[in-house]
């Protein structure tokens, strides 16, 4: 029996999403498929179609394109994610990113997109795939969007890719939301720490594939390397790969309300 879910990865942007399914099949329990814009979304409901209790799609824009969408094209996504609720386990990426959007103008567009869909999600009860980078500039991303979860009293939070300090960390913790590691925790001392400080019952797993290859900064990622993340954590935690799979696995499946 396989475990483990990747919570957060783009088998669309991958070229060949068929065969990294079938593949992940063979390794993996289940995957969540992130779309950023609508064209993705579609993409992902067919795959979610066609890959019934594994593959499962997940629906937002992504911030950088949040901060330069009209109002139109924002009541699209906004009209889509609620067209199709039924098919979607949770409304994301989405978030705060200083890093890719620099203008004071586009970060408040960004930030009102963001407030939009933590609406959108306490209306739906649809969980949120939260997306936070600092620049080097602004290094408050991770604060700033919890800070903006909290005040709209957010229920049903994955911190996607979790980078932020170790008191954002135990802020995000203290509030019952779930940090997700990525594969980067390969090649990152910083990741290790954050997650022998995540406790077991509020961690997830996710690879962000094609990117964050766990070992080579070039490498291409795939959804299975979280398996490679076990392994690291296990250590960490002195436990078995298998009951991180496992524990994770349980996590997401709770969080994100998967029928698998
Ligand atoms: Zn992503």
Not at 72 to 97: A, C, P, R, T, W
């Amino acid at each position: 029996m396989n475990h483990g879910i990747d919570i957060h990865c783009h088998v669309i942007l991958m070229g060949n999403p068929d065969e990294v399914i079938k593949e992940s099949m063979h390794k993996l329990k289940a995957l969540i498929n992130i779309a950023t814009d609508i064209k993705e979304a579609v993409q992902s409901l067919d795959l979610s179609k066609k890959y019934p209790k594994f593959v499962f799609s997940s629906a937002g824009l992504h911030p950088e394109g949040a901060a330069s969408a009209s109002e139109k094209e924002m009541d699209e996504v906004l009209q889509f994610i609620k067209d199709n609720k039924k098919h979607l386990v949770s409304i994301g990426e989405v978030g705060i990113d200083y890093f890719w959007v620099k203008e004071q103008e586009k970060r408040k567009r960004a930030e009102e997109a963001f407030v939009q869909f933590i609406e959108l999600s306490n209306q739906l009860k649809k969980p949120l795939q939260i997306h936070a980078r600092n620049s080097e500039e602004k290094k408050t991303a991770f604060s700033d969007a919890l800070k903006l979860l909290t005040d709209n009293n957010a229920r049903g939070v994955a911190m996607h890719s979790f980078s932020g300090s170790d008191e954002e960390l135990l802020h995000a913790v203290e509030q019952g939301y779930y940090i997700s590691i990525s594969t980067i925790i390969g090649r990152s001392s910083k990741h290790k720490r954050l997650a022998a400080k995540t406790p077991l019952d509020k961690l997830l797993l996710e690879t962000d594939s094609p990117w964050l290859h766990p070992f080579e900064r070039e490498g291409k990622n795939y959804p299975w390397n979280i398996i490679e993340s076990a392994k690291i954590i296990a250590e960490i935690k002195e436990m078995k790969p298998e009951h991180i799979l496992q524990a994770t696995e349980a996590n997401a499946a709770k969080v994100f309300g998967l029928e698998i």
